[in-house]
């Protein structure tokens, strides 16, 4: 049963993303259609980026991904699909696949060029229901990307905010901020040393690093590695970006310390 | 596969919505549910009409569209079905049909009378659950609608808020406000000639009609014909109706002029 | 066909439902998903045991329900499956499961304790990805309980907050707000004698109890009894949470009158 996941910033109180379910079972009956999200902050690449790669590796191989954000609409911008080796990834040429394609440097690329995979009607300004759901339904058919369009070999892409070492400390900073209000940063766990003796400094304020947020107490803050293996500030049964006053950008310290201090 | 969708004001926050997905998966377990809303404003019966009309176009022949906004639930306004060459409608019998029946004028219309095809036991409060959810269950499996209701001859209906002509201009209103703040207006494409040299006036501003939100510079407004082929005032990268003061009922005046002007 | 359903506090902006989700397909790609809500306010147990119990008697004999509101994930706190005739719940152990198991009081209890049906990696903060969606997705597959964990005789419940008799008067609270803002109180319909004579009082004003929101006028207060079988405080085609300034534990006296007065 092919399986076809949708993230858009379109929202949920029209009917944008029910016209895009509705043409993908016009095609595809047996679709299952997941929702990642359609909240995603209007024509916010970068968040959509973000919440994507945070969720893929948890679907099924085969998995079409369909991806609309897409400020360009209607403007010269490509509309592409991405081949790796587990999934399919439909979308707008904006840089919105940057991080999922940064693990699948062989992935395939096309541009999608087959007005036979499109609804018969283009508008110019909802190619989520005229472009990218119809090849999303066609492509989890088993129609195969090199009929739907043709081989490009670039890509429109962002480049990342990676954290930087300024002296012993790694300097990042607040890339997310999630539904809990947690704030996560773009250190990954795999920057951190097994050695547990970090101390996390943000905004002038030194939190402790821990595992889980049980580990302290209803209301106090914590810095921890988070469920998609970023270091991420925490406030236990609260909102850290509200209690602790963080945004967007916000710059994140990690300062190894001596374990015995 | 039998298509169900479900456009309600219930919000996501509680349990009706899934209440009624349990009842139809009761009745028929192959069922594919899509929402197409359930953020209508409550008991805003003509943004429903609105919201449906531009949805139901893009689903297959056959789809069941469930549509439950329902101040008068528990009183004497009827429970009802209507049938077109393409699709059934069941929803209560307040006008929130009038749009998508416009193009439809030989629908069959049948008061839902059969207790057999309803749950065992009908609230006064939530029909949604009690009677539109298995009465759309049973039409996705086939039940004919003249088994469930017996035929009517007359719904309630609203006048559509349409256009006027004042001299040459055609002065419609805001009718919908969506999540990105796009304000659609009561005029459609076909009511502009296929010249392109008009000008929209929005509270005193004239506004340049162009084909995409990528026509002008960011933050910049516009007017354009949106996806569901109705005039809209838009801001690109923005909230139109923050950034304009747009609210519903503002009046949309659309003037033709020489275009060499 | 499985049926799953996944109450969180997840909310909906993030890829945290939709990873869930891509777990549950990979291990049973037949799988029905319907999301009863992720709207739970954070980490509010009592909300979320509330709104389950109005769900469940919806739901086909066979359905598993996911419940995912675990401030306590990473914790000593157990992972738990019951079982009762109908159903399984699968829930971290924190009371959440309180109100459905009232009237099981037979249910079968088990701890999750065998790894072959959870992820490879278990996270700290993500059980809901990690043992939750996949030991449902085992269940509905057809995985007997006694193989995914151990029996166990105790759960941690938390007990509903009962109304109490002063005299002739049953004094009840507000116990959940829904998204129309109806005001549900813990006063149940078989509480009160078939004899309609009563009187409500909340905040010093007296409420009369009618059948329907149509019995009053818009915009007028009104007592009912809701669809879900609890004594609500309503405003017809209004919020009478905001209306009635009415908030969580707000008392609600339900007064038997003399019939003819």
Chains 1, 2, 3 share one sequence.
């Not at 993908?24 to 929702?35: E, F, L, N």
């Amino acid at each position: 049963m092919p399986l076809i996941t949708l993230t858009t910033d379109f929202g949920t109180q029209d009917a944008y993303v029910a016209c895009m379910k509705g043409v993908i079972y016009g095609i595809q009956p047996q679709a299952m259609i997941v929702d990642i999200t359609h909240e995603i902050r209007p024509q916010h690449i970068r968040d959509a980026a973000f919440v994507l790669v945070t969720a893929v590796d948890y679907f099924p191989a085969g998995t079409v991904h369909v991806v609309v954000v897409d400020p360009g609409v209607g403007s010269a911008r490509r509309a592409i699909i991405a081949q790796t080796g587990d999934a399919y990834f439909v979308a707008p040429d904006n840089g919105v696949l940057s991080l999922v394609l940064q693990s699948a440097p062989d992935a395939l690329l096309y541009e999608i060029t087959n007005p036979a995979y499109q609804l018969p009607h283009i508008s110019n300004t909802f190619h989520g229901r005229d472009i990218f759901a119809p090849v999303g339904a066609h492509l989890a058919s088993g129609v195969s990307p090199d009929i739907i369009g043709e081989p490009i070999d670039d890509l429109v892409t962002f480049l990342p905010h990676l954290p930087q070492y300024q002296g012993n400390q790694l300097i990042g900073e607040i890339i997310y901020i999630d539904h809990f209000g947690n704030c996560i940063s773009n250190i990954q766990a795999d920057q951190l040393d097994p050695d547990p003796c970090y101390r996390v400094i943000i905004d002038g304020q030194l939190l402790e690093l821990y595992d889980t947020y049980a580990a302290v107490n209803s209301l106090q803050p914590l810095a921890l590695i988070g469920s998609s293996g970023y270091l991420e500030i925490a406030v236990r049964d609260g909102n850290a970006s509200k209690i602790l006053s963080l945004s967007l950008g916000a710059k994140v310290a990690l300062k190894p310390v001596n374990c015995t201090s």
